[in-house]
């Protein structure tokens, strides 16, 4: 499978932005990408980075957002995963995926299911928890686990769609550094977000893409100065190896995954035969307290 | 927490290698050790690298062990993770940390849940798989989630501890290479076992420790050379950052760790708030087939 994947800053409005991925996209098609990644809400600035309600707007152009991007999917004749602001009905907005096919349908969608929520990220004020569970997506390039950024944090969202079946998980994110912290603090947060979604692949035999946003965007309402968002897009293969690295500046690549890789993987480390099913039911509790 | 670890490699005999032990022991003790943490199966050499009906003898001494044990944390008044080959009854045998308190009484047993077996590891022909379940043990220093080894590649043992309150991961490991294999294939299943772990501390905010063995051990049964167990015993905090690495050789050491970091990074990260608990009940799920 050819993945391209598109890091990009946000170029101070929407028109702009959307021009810089359009131009992305078609590098990477000549270059053979049949799946095309996209960042999370890659049309905007992270508007989430403070609380307003006039940002509701932003969803407006909802159904315009659908019938855009169905058109450079079936134009590129590519399966491409978008991340756009969903206004399903009044008040309620979610953060969402929408794949697309070369055909320019939709293949699937995915609403993000674990909505973070701290200073300079207020995603609980603007997301309805998702609803759709955790399913990944058929395409004709094969069955993507979509989950979005802060997911990425829950073991639980991973295995689930590994054992729907899915072939690859996939993360648009948009995370990043308060400049204020120390190179050390930021060092530590870069590496335990590489970490937290290696061990995903690792324990799940599968391949992971992540792709992140690049840039500063600063917080008018100055709360907090802003975030610089770290860029470090990565894809690992079947054993959580770097196939691919990213820096913190805008990057477009093709990469090829090889999906063969997890029957391979998964018959000398075999984790998913040996799980104890019938003591994890606890698992969905909130927290156990001693008796 | 003042904890201990002993790093060690099979001496040819039982006798010789508790002795080395108990050197480690007490050294660690004089450095401040509350807590000392030993390998998987650190009696003997690490047998199920082939089946033999004849090792089941190995754990007639269980009783003996028990009593030794305690002793030597009663002497050293340490709290002492000791892991053991448990003979339950007639054909019922187990992979078993016994957890015993400074005053040499039992504070809990762990029995391995998951058990491995491919070519030098054995061990579904000698454990009988642990009916434990997933429960820290309450002990004078904090309540201990430990588990062993092949428990290392499941977070969903990791998430059971922490969800019952564990205030540490603790790992008695055996895992090594075959030397056969090169050294880029050794590389990455070493990188893949420390960072599927130090992800268990980074998605609970919780600190780890992984005690593993060291030296070569060979397979008189000639169906394998032999297994080359790699070291690398570590300690990460709760951010999953590293407090101490081991190499591939001998090594005994007391390491500090914050037990309050645990509190103060989940406030940061707290991705315990956020679990889509509601969603997760197809854990407990072999697989979930298409339809």
Redesign the interface.
Same mark, same amino acid.
């Given at each position: 499978m050819r993945v391209g994947l598109v890091q990009q800053k946000f170029y101070g409005s929407k028109d702009l932005t959307i021009k810089e991925s359009l131009k992305s996209i078609k590098k990477l098609k000549e270059h053979g990408a049949e799946l095309i990644v996209l960042q999370e809400l890659h049309q905007d600035r992270y508007f989430c980075i403070n609380q307003n309600i006039d940002n509701f707007d932003l969803a407006n152009s909802w159904e315009d957002d659908l019938l855009f991007w169905s058109n450079i999917a079936k134009e590129n004749s590519i399966v491409l995963v978008t991340s756009l602001f969903e206004k399903r009905a009044k008040g309620i907005y979610h953060n969402c995926v929408v794949v697309f096919e070369k055909d320019g349908l939709i293949a699937g969608k995915y609403r993000k299911?674990?909505?973070?929520d =701290?200073p300079g990220f207020y995603e609980k004020f603007y997301f309805t928890?998702g609803d759709l569970?955790?399913e990944p997506i058929e395409t004709s390039v094969g069955k993507l686990g979509v989950l979005i950024c802060?997911d990425q944090?829950?073991? &639980? !969202?991973a295995?689930?769609m590994c054992?729907?079946?899915a072939d690859i998980l996939i993360y648009p994110t948009a995370i990043g550094w308060f400049d204020e912290d120390s190179d050390d603090e930021k060092q *530590?947060q870069l590496? !335990?977000w590489i +970490?937290?979604q290696? !061990?995903?692949s690792?324990?799940n035999g599968i391949p992971l893409i992540s792709v992140n946003r690049v840039g500063k965007e600063l917080d008018n309402s100055c709360v907090i100065d802003g975030i610089r968002f770290w860029g470090n897009s990565f894809v690992v293969d079947a054993?959580?190896?770097f196939i691919y690295r990213a820096g913190d500046k805008e990057e477009s690549v093709v990469i090829d995954i090889d999906l063969a890789q997890n029957e391979n993987i998964r018959r000398?480390?075999?984790?998913?035969r =040996?799980?104890?099913?019938?003591?994890?039911? &606890?698992? +969905? *509790?909130?927290?156990?307290?001693?008796v």
């Amino acid at each position: 499978m050819r993945v391209g994947l598109v890091q990009q800053k946000f170029y101070g409005s929407k028109d702009l932005t959307i021009k810089e991925s359009l131009k992305s996209i078609k590098k990477l098609k000549e270059h053979g990408a049949e799946l095309i990644v996209l960042q999370e809400l890659h049309q905007d600035r992270y508007f989430c980075i403070n609380q307003n309600i006039d940002n509701f707007d932003l969803a407006n152009s909802w159904e315009d957002d659908l019938l855009f991007w169905s058109n450079i999917a079936k134009e590129n004749s590519i399966v491409l995963v978008t991340s756009l602001f969903e206004k399903r009905a009044k008040g309620i907005y979610h953060n969402c995926v929408v794949v697309f096919e070369k055909d320019g349908l939709i293949a699937g969608k995915y609403r993000k299911m674990h909505i973070p929520d =701290d200073p300079g990220f207020y995603e609980k004020f603007y997301f309805t928890p998702g609803d759709l569970g955790f399913e990944p997506i058929e395409t004709s390039v094969g069955k993507l686990g979509v989950l979005i950024c802060w997911d990425q944090w829950f073991p &639980e !969202a991973a295995r689930l769609m590994c054992l729907k079946g899915a072939d690859i998980l996939i993360y648009p994110t948009a995370i990043g550094w308060f400049d204020e912290d120390s190179d050390d603090e930021k060092q *530590k947060q870069l590496d !335990a977000w590489i +970490t937290v979604q290696r !061990a995903h692949s690792i324990s799940n035999g599968i391949p992971l893409i992540s792709v992140n946003r690049v840039g500063k965007e600063l917080d008018n309402s100055c709360v907090i100065d802003g975030i610089r968002f770290w860029g470090n897009s990565f894809v690992v293969d079947a054993q959580g190896s770097f196939i691919y690295r990213a820096g913190d500046k805008e990057e477009s690549v093709v990469i090829d995954i090889d999906l063969a890789q997890n029957e391979n993987i998964r018959r000398v480390w075999p984790f998913l035969r =040996d799980r104890r099913i019938e003591d994890y039911s &606890e698992i +969905t *509790k909130r927290f156990i307290d001693s008796v």
